[in-house]
């Protein structure tokens, strides 16, 4: 029974021989990789995810700092808004 991890993705396994096969799993990777890295909507959601991940952490353990920060950034918001509605009908 062998305990091998399995490998990422956008890594060549350890151990081809073939040198053939080995540039194909180098060029797999190769483009794996680029297309982790060109995906910038599936980065984006990724990292969405990681921060509503947190905040909803951070809300459980801190219920009443959370309540604070939200009724900072909604105070915050509604001033930049009346500040830019006063500035726009001037």
């Not at 040198?19 to 060109?38: D, G, Q, S, T, Y």
């Not at 599936?42 to 009724?71: C, L, N, W």
Request: net charge positive; proline share 7%; no cysteine.
């Amino acid at each position: 029974m062998s305990s091998e991890l399995p490998v990422p993705r956008t890594a060549v396994p350890v151990g081809i021989t073939d040198p053939v096969e080995k540039a194909r799993a180098e060029l797999k990777a190769a483009l794996f990789a680029i297309e982790e890295k060109a995906n910038v909507p599936k980065r984006v959601a990724v990292a969405a995810d990681q921060g509503i991940t947190s905040a909803r952490r951070f809300s459980r353990e801190s219920p009443a700092i959370a309540a604070a920060a939200v009724v900072g950034v909604a105070v915050a918001v509604g001033a930049a808004v009346w500040g830019i509605v006063r500035l726009y009908t001037r």
